[in-house]
């Protein structure tokens, strides 16, 4: 049994190419578990490459990201390459259901909406190739990583809202309780947002955003952290994006999600071994490690 274990983090990603073994061995030295999560095919690929050079403790997500349906698209984090810009991919069910033979891969995703760029053609083929990722997890009875971001001036649509309508129609047995069940990562709702998750069966994950200050405009994390059951509470770095306090503006890795944890205990007036714990059973319940 881990101390730690970072539900969603990018060591597949271009970020981690010179050490990314030893920012593995540096989470597992300090008793953290990873589940590396792909983006879209390529990353995909390479977070199950990864969970195999490891025995135990190490693990994989495998899906399309939305941003990766648009062809503009451009990370060097994630890609590298420089004016690299990738082409935009349509889910190929038949190459990930590939993958998802592998038994190091535990879900699927990340998969979901972005309005962070709004665009209308853009949410149609969103909302495609997320039900598609529903329906393969359906046949292989597999959690889903969902990515839900909002737009930050555009508030006429709720990411939130769209995601739980599009589960309680495809996603089986939602939302009786049984079937098909997942995670919203670096969860950035309301506490409203966060208690539909919860009635659907979903799990909620805090990222380092947690750690921040808060700002007029983002979400109040002590209030919905207050109000989310610690049964449904999950902790990841999403790393090598959004660092936590004290290592904010650094290159985030896995072993940072102690500090998350932490934050979350402080909130939660309870001793960080609990929160550590429950979400340690809580990753084991949901991704059946
Ligand atoms: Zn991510």
Redesign the pocket.
């Known amino acids: 049994m881990p101390k730690y274990i970072d539900i969603?983090s990018?060591t597949n990603f271009k970020a981690f190419e010179e050490d990314g073994d030893e920012v593995i061995q540096r989470a597992l030295d300090n008793g953290t578990w990873v589940i590396n999560?792909g983006?879209q095919y390529s990353t995909s690929k390479r977070a199950v490459e990864i969970a195999n050079k490891y025995e135990t403790g190490v693990f994989a997500c495998v899906g399309l990201?939305p941003i990766h349906l648009e062809e503009q698209f451009h990370d060097d984090e994630e890609i590298g390459g420089e004016g690299f810009t990738t082409r935009a991919e349509e889910f190929d069910k038949e190459a990930y259901r590939e993958l998802l033979k592998d038994p190091k891969v535990v879900g699927i995703g990340?998969c979901g909406l972005d309005y962070y760029h709004l665009n209308k053609d853009s949410v149609e083929k969103q909302k495609k190739a997320f039900i598609e990722q529903i329906e393969l997890a359906n046949e292989v009875n597999k959690p889903l990583m969902l990515?839900m971001r909002n737009n930050p001036t555009d508030k006429s649509l709720n990411v939130y809202d769209d995601v739980l309508e599009i589960l309680k129609k495809y996603a089986k047995a939602c939302p009786e309780g049984s079937g098909v069940k997942g995670v919203s990562?670096?969860f950035s709702g309301t506490a409203k947002d966060m208690k539909n998750f919860v009635d659907l069966g979903f799990y909620i994950s805090f990222s380092g955003n947690v750690t921040y200050k808060h700002k007029a405009g983002f979400p109040d994390y002590e209030e919905i952290i207050k109000a989310t059951p610690l049964d449904k509470i999950l902790a990841d770095t999403?790393s090598p994006?959004l660092a936590p306090v004290p290592h904010r503006g650094e290159r985030n890795e896995p072993v940072y999600v102690k500090e998350i944890v932490k934050k979350i205990a402080e909130i939660k007036n309870l001793e960080e071994e609990i929160i550590a714990k429950s979400i340690v059973e809580n990753a084991k319940r949901l991704f059946d490690i």
Do not use: L, P
């Open positions: 969603h990018h999560v983006s990201h990340e990515h990562h670096c999403d994006y």
